[in-house]
C-alpha cells in the first residue's frame, strides 16, 4: 500500500504541476473555460428553441431532453479534461515527434503520465455547464431531488465519461500502429454522446444494440436519465437496466486498458 500511496502522490504532483502551468496565465484560461461553457449553453438552446416550435420528440419535452444533454456534456467535459491528449490528433503529434519515447523512459506509467501532466481545464467549463444544464432541466421537469436521485447522476456522469475514456484509449492505441490518428475515435467520442442525448426511441434497432452494450455510453446517460425523470424506456431497454451502468462501463473502460496496453507493446520508437 505505500507503495500505490507514493504512486499517487507522484501523479497528484504531475496534476498540480499541470494546474499551475493552467493558472499561470489567468484570463487565457477563464476565456476558454467561459468559451467551452457557453458551447454547452448554445446546443441546449437550440434544443429548447427546436422543441419549442414542435413540442416534443419521442413524447419527451424539452427539459427531460435538456437533462440528456447535461449528463452527455458533463461526462464529456470529465472525460476529455483527463485524456484529451490521448485524442488522434494529439497522439498522432506525440508518436511522429519522437514525444511518446520520452514519456517511455519516464519511472511512472505511460498512461498515467499523459492524463496528469496534460490536464486540459478548459473542459472543466463543459462539466459545470452539463451539470448546471441537468439542475435546470430537472426542475423545469418536476424531479424531486433525493439521495439516490443525486447519486444516479454522478455514477451516471462517471460512467459515460469512463466509457468516452475507453474509446480515448482505443483510438490511441490505434494511433501507434496507424502513426496517422482516425477520425473514427472523434466520431464515436463527440457523435456518440450527441446521439445519446436524444431518447432512444428515435433510433432503430441496430443503433440501439451498438450505443447501449457495443459503446455503451447510451446505457450510462439515457437508462439513468428514465430512472431520474420516471420514464418508461422503450422495449428491451426497462429502467432497471441502471444497475448495469457501472458494471458494463468498467468491462469496457478495462477493454480499452487492454487496447491501451497492446498498442504500446506495438509502439516502434521514431528514432528506430
Known amino acids: 500500500w505505500s507503495t500505490v500511496a507514493e504512486g ?32 454547452v449553453a448554445v446546443e441546449v438552446m437550440a434544443v429548447v428553441l427546436l422543441l419549442d416550435r414542435f413540442g416534443t420528440i419521442a413524447g419527451w419535452r424539452a427539459p427531460e431532453v435538456v437533462l440528456l444533454f447535461g449528463l452527455a ?39 498515467g503520465w499523459l492524463v496528469a501532466s496534460y490536464l486540459d481545464t478548459r473542459y472543466l467549463g463543459r ?11 430537472a426542475d423545469r421537469a418536476g424531479v424531486t431531488w433525493s439521495a439516490g436521485k443525486v447519486a444516479l ?23 501507434f500502429v496507424s502513426v496517422q490518428g482516425s477520425e473514427a475515435g472523434s466520431m464515436l467520442i463527440y457523435g456518440g454522446t450527441y446521439l445519446a442525448s436524444y431518447p432512444m ?6 443503433l440501439r ?6 459503446v455503451p455510453v447510451a446505457l450510462a446517460i439515457y437508462v439513468p436519465a428514465l430512472v431520474v425523470l420516471g420514464r418508461q424506456g422503450p422495449p428491451g431497454l426497462p429502467a432497471w437496466l441502471a444497475w448495469l451502468t457501472a458494471p458494463v462501463s468498467a468491462a469496457f473502460l478495462a477493454v480499452g486498458g487492454l487496447a491501451w496496453r497492446g498498442g504500446v507493446r506495438r509502439y516502434v520508437g521514431a528514432g528506430s
Open 73 to 111: 456534456f458533463a461526462s464529456q467535459g470529465l472525460a476529455l479534461t483527463l485524456g484529451t491528449r490521448l485524442e488522434a490528433d494529439q497522439m498522432s503529434l506525440l508518436v511522429r515527434r519522437g514525444t511518446f519515447d520520452q514519456v517511455l523512459t519516464r519511472p511512472v506509467s505511460p498512461l
Open 153 to 175: 447522476v454522478a455514477l451516471s456522469v462517471v460512467c459515460a465519461a469512463a466509457v468516452v475514456f475507453a474509446v480515448l484509449l482505443v483510438t490511441a492505441a490505434f494511433t
Open 8 to 39: 499517487l502522490l507522484v501523479y497528484l504532483r504531475l496534476a498540480g504541476a499541470a494546474l499551475r502551468a493552467d493558472s499561470g496565465r489567468p484570463l487565457f484560461l477563464v476565456i476558454r473555460t467561459v468559451a467551452a461553457g457557453l458551447t
Open 201 to 206: 426511441q428515435i433510433y432503430g434497432s441496430a
Open 127 to 137: 462539466l459545470l455547464a452539463g451539470v448546471g444544464a441537468v439542475a435546470w432541466a
Open 209 to 214: 444494440l451498438v450505443f447501449v452494450w457495443l
